[in-house]
């Protein structure tokens, strides 16, 4: 017999969390667009055709993208703060939390809290399973890579065999017996948490979000990519130039320059340029608020249906193209303990660790989620468009041809 928990009132908070929508900041400035609005009067031609999707979803779980990549933006904006360079992967957050969903009660209001409604947690299970082998096998190149594990102190309690079973055929997760030590005993950076990020993100990130204690056991995710530019930028071109972080301030950033044609976007709220890595599996789109500053106020409009939009209407355009070349690091910890009637918690921390670089190779980007369950149970033409990225912007990783979103982030002027 499954053994559960009941996930009822830490749901209805972590909802909120994910559901509620900030106001926008009035501070923001509403300065003028960066790039001139244009006759709309596009040529067929010129649309760009996607390639095939290589994920082998079956058409059942294809539908879950939309909904997966609603989740990842509403994620973002909620917990996005202004001013700041903030990288995360919701995806990792949605299936770190699906994976937990295969020890509650109320499975069916966690699958709608992911974006998920009218789907049971078997569905989510599966289509997480597929997602999985498809990123971490040949179908959809070797740029990213996936990994989840179960890491437990010896003398944690053990888990129900259902529940093992379920991470081990759907999510390939390992599972993973460490003796537990303080930092004083062992060092960040060898403890075997920090070990497992090192081997699962290339050595990107050095140490686990958090520490395993005696008697605890934590969940992990990680995803990896590493990707280099269909056609890379050339180093002699790249200079040094000022990024507007607001009206006030500026700063000195390595700009990276190239002319050509490019897939472009652009409506009333924002332009977009989109770039491929290697065969064109995967996309790097930079997305830059017509109100110079605004990425709060952008943040507010974009959802999955206009992002869907976005790469559908997407055109070549010839763009005379300037973007920053940067680094970021980001660690976010939201700490969701909440009792329950019958007192169990089935986790009290959500932690994920993101790091990214951008230069003229490429990009790549890694990221661990970690939470620690401490019981058991545009217009075409050839003329030359401007899409200088010198103030904030937004960017995602994602696969060109499903559109879903892996890593999103937003750069606000830090140097390299």
């Given amino acids: 017999m499954k053994k559960t928990v009941r996930f009822t009132e830490i749901l209805l908070v972590i909802s909120a969390f994910f559901g509620s929508c900030d106001a926008l900041d009035d501070s923001i400035s509403t300065g003028k667009p960066l790039i001139q609005e244009e006759p709309q009067n596009e040529i067929q031609n010129d649309r760009v055709v996607l390639p095939q999707t290589r994920l082998t979803l079956p058409d059942s779980e294809k539908n879950m993208i939309a909904p997966s990549n609603e989740f990842s933006l509403r994620y973002f904006r909620n917990v996005y703060?202004?001013?700041?360079?903030?990288?995360?992967?919701?995806?990792?957050?949605?299936?770190?939390l699906a994976m937990i969903g295969n020890l509650v009660k109320d499975d069916m209001p966690l699958c709608e809290?992911?974006?998920?409604?009218?789907?049971?947690?078997?569905?989510?299970?599966?289509?997480?399973?597929h997602l999985i082998e498809d990123f971490s096998g040949e179908k959809c190149g070797k740029e990213l890579k996936m990994a989840n594990a179960l890491m437990s102190d010896v003398k944690a309690k053990k888990y129900p065999e259902?529940?093992?079973?379920?991470?081990?055929?759907?999510?390939?997760?390992?599972?993973?017996e460490i003796v537990a030590a303080s930092i004083s005993d062992q060092p960040v950076g060898s403890r075997p948490e920090d070990l497992w990020c090192q081997e699962k993100t290339g050595g990107m990130i050095k140490s686990a979000p958090f520490s395993i204690q005696e008697t605890q056991s934590s969940l992990l995710n990680a995803i990896c990519f590493n990707g280099?530019?269909?056609?890379?930028?050339?180093?002699?071109?790249?200079?040094?130039?000022?990024?507007?972080?607001?009206?006030?301030?500026?700063t000195q950033v390595s700009m990276m320059n190239k002319t050509g044609k490019f897939n472009y976007f652009k409506n009333q709220d924002f332009s977009s340029v989109s770039l491929p890595f290697g065969d064109g599996t995967y996309s790097f789109s930079i997305i830059l608020p017509n109100t110079a500053f605004d990425v709060k106020g952008l943040l507010e409009k974009l959802d999955s249906k206009v992002w869907d939009t976005m790469r559908s209407s997407l055109v070549k355009k010839t763009?005379?193209?300037?973007?920053?070349?940067?680094?970021?690091?980001?660690?976010?910890?939201?700490?969701?303990?909440?009792?329950?009637?019958?007192?169990?918690?089935?986790?009290?921390?959500?932690?994920?660790?993101?790091?990214?670089?951008?230069?003229?190779?490429?990009?790549?980007?890694?990221?661990?989620?970690?939470?620690?369950?401490?019981?058991?149970?545009?217009?075409?033409?050839?003329?030359?468009?401007?899409?200088?990225?010198?103030?904030?912007?937004?960017?995602?990783?994602?696969?060109?041809?499903?559109?879903?979103?892996?890593?999103?982030?937003?750069f606000t002027g830090s140097p390299l």
Avoid: C
């Fill in 162 to 176: 259902e529940f093992m079973d379920i991470l081990k055929t759907s999510y390939y997760a390992d599972y993973l």
């Fill in 228 to 250: 280099e530019w269909q056609d890379k930028f050339d180093k002699s071109l790249t200079t040094q130039n000022r990024f507007f972080v607001n009206t006030k301030e500026s």
């Fill in 319 to 410: 763009i005379a193209l300037s973007i920053p070349v940067f680094s970021s690091s980001y660690t976010r910890q939201m700490l969701l303990g909440y009792e329950y009637k019958d007192g169990i918690n089935p986790f009290d921390v959500l932690a994920q660790k993101v790091t990214f670089l951008m230069n003229e190779d490429g990009a790549s980007a890694a990221a661990v989620t970690q939470t620690g369950i401490y019981t058991s149970p545009g217009r075409s033409d050839d003329q030359i468009e401007h899409f200088t990225a010198n103030s904030p912007f937004l960017y995602t990783i994602s696969e060109t041809g499903s559109g879903l979103v892996v890593f999103i982030g937003a």
């Fill in 81 to 96: 703060e202004v001013g700041s360079n903030m990288l995360l992967s919701p995806l990792g957050i949605q299936m770190t």
């Fill in 113 to 129: 809290m992911l974006g998920f409604k009218g789907k049971t947690i078997g569905e989510v299970n599966g289509y997480f399973k």
